[in-house]
């Protein structure tokens, strides 16, 4: 392996009841994840090997993603970070002379990982640390005022949401409930109780609360142990993996 290239290593994972089948013994893994980076954080790991400052290869970085947009938005092929990036157009498009049609049809980013990138995935080993048993599982959340699934949030708009175990539920004192986590600076937003429209095992509603622009996660911390006489000792915390933003999203769709 050349100098150059990044050292492989093992990443921990962690099994999780599948509940999409009926087999009492099919699990899914989750992966641990070990921090945040994104790329300021990134210029100042870089920088310690590096003859540039921090400062220097951010600015570079940026000025290279600038450029990358606008190749991309002029309909070229870039390839930027992991990807391949290209444009695509979805939605019908009926008869030989049908438009586009902004209220059917919309502009994507489709995105395909790198042949290099794919060959690096092989030689990395998940090991199995354990098994997260009961832990509240989020499958999938709607935004309400625009439909995104996943994706965009709408502060003071309806989140209705899917997974298991997820019914609000816990001894008095206890930390339960939804709440965003800033990707920026790791700061907690609780969804107020009042705010909580729907609160079933498998199905979820509240208007979510005043967020600033950016970027969250979702977690959830509840009680419940998917039996409804009994809870679990103390409230069990899970993260939604997806990353929901407010004010816009430039994450690519990938195809």
Known sequence: ??????????????????????REDDFTCNIVYQANRDIKALC?????NSKFSASELESAYNALKEQAKIELYNAS???????????GAD????GPDAKFNQTKNKVVLRSV???ELKKDLDNITVIISGTSEGLPVITVVTDVTTGSVNNQITP???????????????EEGKEVGFYFVSIADKTETKVPVASLLRNDPSYFSFIIPPL???????????????NTKFLVSEPRRNRF???????????????
Not at 5 to 20: A, D, V
Not at 44 to 48: D, V
Not at 212 to 226: D, M, N, R, V
Not at 241 to 255: A, F, H, K, M, Q
């Open 44 to 48: 100042q790991l870089a920088a310690a």
């Open 1 to 22: 392996m050349a100098a150059t290239e990044p050292k492989m290593r093992s990443i921990t994972g962690k099994l999780t009841p599948n509940k999409l089948t009926e």
């Open 113 to 115: 990982p790198l042949a």
């Open 241 to 255: 993996p997806y990353v929901l933003t407010v004010g816009g999203s430039d994450r690519p769709e990938i195809e």
């Open 212 to 226: 600033a622009a950016g970027t969250y996660y979702l977690e959830i911390a509840t009680q419940s142990s998917g």
């Open 77 to 87: 092929t870039v390839e930027f970070g992991f990807t391949t990036n290209s444009l």
């Open 91 to 94: 939605g019908p498009f009926i």
């Open 156 to 170: 003071g708009g309806g989140l209705n949401g899917e997974g298991n175990r997820v019914r609000i539920i816990g």
